[in-house]
């Protein structure tokens, strides 16, 4: 069994964004856990007060006024950064926390010359409930309390075996709790994603779909460089109507997916079904490549899906590219829509079966 969710479940960049989104939804959980340490924390430092070895507990008081600062110092940290690092400041937090709560037991045991297990039950339970932090983060952090729970047991004249017993027995449970709550919530991602990925896909062709065409179009416009161009070519079913009326809406559709099953191979980044017989192209292309789809009506010519209700006796396509450059301004989708548009009934007015190019900037 693999121990480590994080590190086999997802690829990096998946695991990544699983990451912040967790770190997102849980933020206000995590910090009133925070909060509750804290008072927790003032509590025992208030009660402090009317102990009659008050000589005794100063270091210990000390100590706690420093974990109570670390804690306060952290939700203000979580007010004013985003939320992107979350889990890597709390799992700073969590072994600066550790280390602070192992001398405070060593400072205990010396001044009381006992340490039940309930404090560092409470300090290993009080990370569980920070959903952020994984498996391998709370190894860390259980092992920094035990290694100075051991150092107590070997090095000082005082017996805390039955701490450290109960201590191990619970961080063992507490892993396998957290080892299957880890698989959980990467499960739970995974479906979301499956569905977010149902609602971009056209079911018909598996190509994405007009509700994701934005979206994916932003994205490559970002990662657009200067001199480059982005091209974007519309392309419809030519007599598809006639095709449908005369051969079934299930045959129909069976062409849809081959023809889908062409523009695919044609190296674009971007493919969609936009609408019925209508389809969209996009691809970042340099001034060498704007001879793009050139050869876009032959693919349908070499391997003919038989059409007899169309002049040309196959099922062709008729097409628009445009090419915009990215000089001062990068690319617009709107206009690269629209002059695509164009382009195409160019070419269905032309008589069909062929491409027309329209260079924007040049």
């Known amino acids: 069994m693999q121990l480590l969710p994080s590190q086999f ?19 206000h959980i995590a910090n009133v856990t925070l909060y509750l340490v804290t008072v927790f924390l003032l509590s025992f430092i208030f009660i402090s007060w009317f102990d009659d070895k008050k ?49 405070f037991f060593w400072t205990y045991v010396k001044t ?31 092992s920094i309390i035990a290694i100075g729970l051991l150092v107590i047991e070997l090095y000082s004249s005082i017996s805390i075996i039955w701490t450290l017993y109960f201590y191990f027995s619970m961080v063992i449970v507490m892993a396998i709790i957290q080892y299957q709550l880890d698989i959980l919530l990467r499960k ?51 007599y598809f109507k006639k095709y449908n009326d005369n051969y079934g809406h299930l045959e129909g559709d069976n062409v849809l997916v081959e023809v889908a099953n062409r523009l695919k191979d044609c190296g674009a980044d971007i493919t969609v079904r936009f609408g019925g017989e209508e389809f969209i192209l996009v691809k970042t292309v340099d001034e060498n490549e704007l001879h793009w789809l050139s050869d876009l009506t032959q693919r ?37 829509l629209a002059t695509a548009d164009t382009a195409m009934y160019k070419s269905k007015a032309a008589g069909r079966n062929r491409l027309t190019v329209k260079v924007i900037k040049s």
């Open 9 to 27: 479940y997802f690829s990096s960049a998946t695991e990544h964004d699983f990451q912040y989104l967790l770190n997102k939804n849980t933020l």
């Open 55 to 103: 000589e005794s507990t100063s270091t210990i008081n000390i100590l706690r006024i420093i974990m109570v600062g670390l804690s306060v110092y952290l939700i203000y940290i979580n007010k004013k950064l985003k939320p992107e690092k979350l889990h890597t400041r709390y799992f700073l937090y969590g072994i600066l926390f550790c280390l602070l709560f192992g001398y």
């Open 112 to 142: 009381y010359y006992e340490l039940h297990e309930g404090g560092p039950m409470l300090v290993a339970a009080a990370f569980v409930a920070i959903p952020m932090l994984h498996l391998g983060h709370k190894l860390v952090l259980w």
């Open 188 to 238: 739970q991602y995974q479906a979301e994603l499956l569905e977010a990925e149902k609602a971009n896909i056209d079911q018909l062709t598996g190509m994405s779909n007009r509700h994701s065409f934005d979206k994916h179009c932003k994205t490559l416009i970002k990662k657009l460089k200067p001199s480059q161009y982005l091209a974007l070519a519309m392309i419809d079913v030519d």
């Open 300 to 336: 349908f010519a070499n391997e003919p899906i038989a059409h007899a209700y169309s002049p040309f006796n196959y099922v062709t396509v008729s097409a628009g590219v445009a090419y915009d450059k990215y000089c001062q301004h990068r690319p617009s989708i709107e206009t690269l």
